[in-house]
């Protein structure tokens, strides 16, 4: 159902992180007459996309006290996705000629942050962050608005300072922080008593620190493909291990690789330094590498338990973005994955700021809550894990046409749904080459036709 245009209206909103979720929500929201305010901790737009060499000293993320490195990124990380699909749907992701660009088709992260920083110029998001400033708490307050409050640093003329509070109160919160931040850890029976050392992928940087080593690394996705293959052209031997038990008889070398083993599932560790495989093979490692994704985690947000995050499962969201009892004051941009990480956040955005000004209706509360209710039941019908909630692997294509149809704006290109589907058997067959070698040039061809119309058009208006 569509709301009354006559009724629109502007509100002020607060936008939590400038990266790519939040620099198009911050667009969106700006474009549908709100008055926005983005809250970015760092000094420069990008968010994940902002590499930092730096690593925590916690190398597992398991102290929550600790200083946090908020950036994932490994040095030599490329895209796992071409750029014809990760651009936002109006900014094509395409080639720009300068010092420091990447012209290849899955370029390194510092492309992508160049061109989430271009897109911030393009639409002057900038004037809307404050820079340096990092939100500790947000809560709704008893007139119905939410104080935000942050923390900054205030510099003097030698360049230091202390950090000092400041709060201010707004009518909506869209929460754009991302989920790459905080590891999850593979439970391994034992591993308490193991002697090696073990870190999590949020910290792997570079190779060298695992020159000569034994290596037993967990996970399937395509950083841990990255990574196995870039330790091991410095380390003795890599051995990865399966996430699940489908195949747990599984042990055979990594096609094209001398040092590379794929294995079942550990069974255990043990205190004299070796790790055990449900398959009975006995491997003494060095170090135990989890490449085993991310959690997501809100701890400046109080909503006095209305929204939780439970063995990862972020809720209850309606459509992975509006908690039902504080919608559409709370919102989330880009919690769901495996989908189009970018035009997704643009689609996301689109609703969000068409829902704060009346444009588009949302369900009644009940009702958004009852279809929350049917998706879980859904899910565990299918026998998903409950930490694959955001998981649209299956469902992207009818999630984003969903969300546009809402709208009532374009849903994504055919080429771009293709491309996506292309690139991920592509991926599949030949994980090592799939950046390299490829075979939808006639889509790569209709994508640059339709950014063409694109930029054409915008010249003509």
Known sequence: ???????????????????????????????????????????????????????????????????????????????????????FMDYPFVTREGEGRDPRRFPGHREVLMYLQDYAREFEIGE??????????????????????????????????????????????????????????????????????????HNYRIPEPFRDQIIILIGASASAADISVEIARLAKEVHIARRSAVDDDTYEKKPGYDNI????TIERACEDGTVIF????????????????????????KTDG????????????????????????????????????????EVQSKWIAGVLSGRIALPSQE??????????????????????????????????????????CSCFEEWRIEMYSEILKNWRAMRNMYREEWDDDHLILQAHEDFNRRISNKVQR
Request: hydrophobic content about 40%; aromatic content about 10%.
């Open 367 to 408: 009702d958004m809550m009852e279809d929350v209710k049917i998706y879980y039941s859904e899910l565990e019908a299918s026998g998903v894990p409950k930490h694959h909630t955001h998981n649209l692997a299956d469902s992207a294509n009818d999630y984003n046409k969903w969300l546009a149809s809402q709208c009532r």
């Open 261 to 264: 083993w794929l294995h079942s």
């Open 128 to 201: 809307m962050v404050r820079f340096g400033c990092e939100v500790v708490n947000v809560e709704m307050i008893d007139s119905g608005k939410w104080k935000v409050k942050s923390k900054r640093k205030r510099l003097d003329d030698n360049d230091r300072g202390d950090d000092f509070a400041d709060h201010e109160d707004f009518d909506a919160v869209v929460v754009c922080v991302g989920h790459y931040t905080q590891p999850r850890i593979a439970e391994i029976p034992g591993i308490n008593l193991w002697p090696g050392k073990q870190i999590h992928s």
């Open 1 to 87: 159902m569509q709301a009354s245009p006559n009724a629109l209206s502007s509100h002020h909103v607060a936008v939590i992180g400038a990266g790519a979720a939040g620099l198009v929500a911050a667009r969106e929201l700006h474009r549908e007459g709100h008055k926005v305010v983005v809250f970015e901790k760092d000094d420069q737009v990008g968010g994940l996309w902002m590499y930092d060499p730096r690593v925590e000293p916690d190398p597992l993320g398991l102290d929550l006290t600790r200083p946090v490195v908020h950036s994932s990124l490994y040095e030599s990380l490329r895209t796992n996705l071409p750029r014809e699909t990760m651009g």
């Open 278 to 301: 449900r398959d009975g093979i006995v491997i003494l490692a060095d170090v135990i590498l989890h490449c085993t994704g991310y959690k997501y985690g809100f701890p400046f947000l």
């Open 306 to 345: 209305i929204v939780t995050v439970d063995d990862n499962r972020v809720g209850p969201l309606y459509k992975h973005v509006f908690p039902p009892i504080l919608a559409p004051w709370l919102s989330f941009v880009g919690i769901p994955y495996w989908t189009f990480p970018f035009p997704t956040f």
